[in-house]
């Protein structure tokens, strides 16, 4: 029950400072006929959730943006950079036998395939293994270079762009991962993976406010 009457108070606080802000901490005390120690903890919450701004000597100030732009805002800070891992890496003469045992070995959903200057041409699926070993071909002499989809059919991203982005991509092109790429003389050499367990991993340090 407690929760709920704390979310109104900071209902009540919110209100008060939209009427009457900049205001003091003591003034919304006295309004709502409570201490200024005990709405401390609201009053902290609201200025770290962003609804409210404070400034020394002069009072809170409301806003005036809602928990989607706050959250909007929010998004336009995280970039892949933050919360990249480590691809998961193959040549690209192996077979699907020996990709298909690393993807379960190392447990992922994609494998990136680069050729012998470590330069990226390819990405496995789950999906793509599943349907070679599906045939008839014999797993250990068919080479992934056969199966894997190639450049320039890859999407693929870098690490100053917004993770926001990449989830978009990966929602409308209804893959599991992308590789992270810096561009060189080559072509484009694979430096880390962004997944949706990584996406999932952001959102949730995001709600909580880490």
Known sequence: MRKIELN???????QIVKENGPITGEHIADQ????RATLRPDLAILTMAGFLDARPRVGYFYTGKSGAQLLTENLKKIYVKDYQSIPVVVHENISVYDAIVTMFLEDVGTLFVVDQESI???VLSRKDLLRASLGKQELAALPVNIIMTRMPNITMCQREELLIDIAIK???KQIDALPVVKETEKGFEVIGRITKTNITKAFVALASGE
């Open 170 to 172: 990966l929602i409308e």
């Open 8 to 14: 109104k108070r900071q209902d009540l606080i919110l």
């Open 32 to 35: 709502l006929g409570l201490t």
């Open 120 to 122: 990226l041409v390819g």
